[in-house]
């Protein structure tokens, strides 16, 4: 019972490096979410899918790109990374339904850019 | 504007005691949705209650409570005779329109229970 896998679970960068973060879901969501935490912040919405193909923008998606090419997965990517983005990153995923169900989150990866 | 505001950034208290965590919401839509999650130590979040906003009864489960009041906008959750492993961050949250597909969280409310 996987429900939200994130991968990789810990990463440090050398500024300007690039990287992938992968989130895998097996509960055929339609919706996922990719948000940052950091300390005073709460989380924070970097980008969203609202079905394989599609990805939109949240609150903070300056220096992130995502991709949606199969429903489970959802890809975020940092094409050139700075110290502002170490935080600790979320995905989720939802099924929207008609009663707006609750979000289910992964574990989380600690990113840090040194 | 769409906005979750939890104005707690800590609170700490004796084992036993009760608390209320405040949640105050903004959203122009009549339908919307509020959630409560829990992110313990460990760092993982924990779904902890679903409302929508044609529902306005309390809801109880167990040592937890829940307050949502529309006239005012908020959404308390209260822990009864709090335990050292209530110790968290709870986040509150907003699906602010039925036809939207954002969930928005405040800053969340660090809650330290000492023994």
Redesign the interface.
Known sequence: NAGVTQTPKFRVLKTGQSMTLLCAQDMNHE?M?W?RQDP??????IH?S?GEGTT?K?EVPDGYNVSRLKNQNFLLGLESAAPSQTS?Y?C?S?D?GQ???????G??TRLTVV | AQKVT?AQ?EISVVEKEDVTLDCVYETRDTTY?L?W?KQPPS???V?LI?R?SFDEQNEISGRYSWNFQKSTSSFNFTITASQVVDSAVY?C?L?PS?NT????????TRLQVFP
């Open positions: 919706y979410y948000y005073g912040m709460g989380l924070r919405l969203y609202v939109a949240g600790v979320f989720a939802r929207p009663m707006n169900t609750e979000a289910f989150f574990q989380g | 939890q950034t949705y959630f999650y760092g993982e979040l779904f679903r929508n986040f949250a699906n039925y597909d954002k969930l928005i969280f405040g800053t969340g």
